[in-house]
């Protein structure tokens, strides 16, 4: 499969951003999916995760209670709502695939996803 992510800019602390991951070439339905961020200077980290069909997620300490994942298999796309962004939250973004059937809970290490988008930056002022 391949992921195409987007949607990432550069906004104020306090305002909201949505990030898609478009994905084709196999069934989307298929796979398990995870968001992913890289600040500079940092290693990559987990965000969120979300089974095959939608019916769990899991979320970073981070970031619960402010991002929202979702998907429609339907369109074969990933969203990301981000809400009440902080400077901390500045980052480049990666969608990724995983073959599983895990509760989204299970999804957090990136060893375990097969496929990755090519990040979409977002930056958040203070």
């Known amino acids: 499969v391949q992921l195409q992510a987007s949607g990432g800019g550069l906004v104020q602390a306090g305002a909201s951003l949505r990030l898609s991951c478009a994905a084709s070439?196999?069934?989307?339905?298929?796979?398990?999916m995870g968001w992913f961020r890289q600040a500079p200077g940092k290693e990559r980290e987990f965000v969120a995760s979300?089974?095959?069909?939608?019916?769990?997620?899991y979320y970073a300490d981070s970031v619960k209670g402010r991002f929202t994942i979702s998907r429609d298999n339907a369109k074969n796309t990933l969203f990301l709502q981000m809400n009440s962004l902080k400077p901390e939250d500045t980052a480049v973004y990666y969608c990724?695939?995983?073959?599983?059937?895990?509760?989204?809970?299970?999804?957090?290490?990136?060893?375990?996803?097969?496929?990755w988008g090519q990040g979409t930056e977002v930056t958040v002022s203070s």
């Open positions: 990724a695939a995983d073959r599983s059937r895990l509760t989204a809970a299970l999804l957090q290490a990136m060893d375990r996803y097969d496929y």
């Open positions: 070439g196999s069934t989307f339905s298929n796979y398990a």
């Open positions: 979300i089974s095959w069909g939608g019916g769990s997620t």
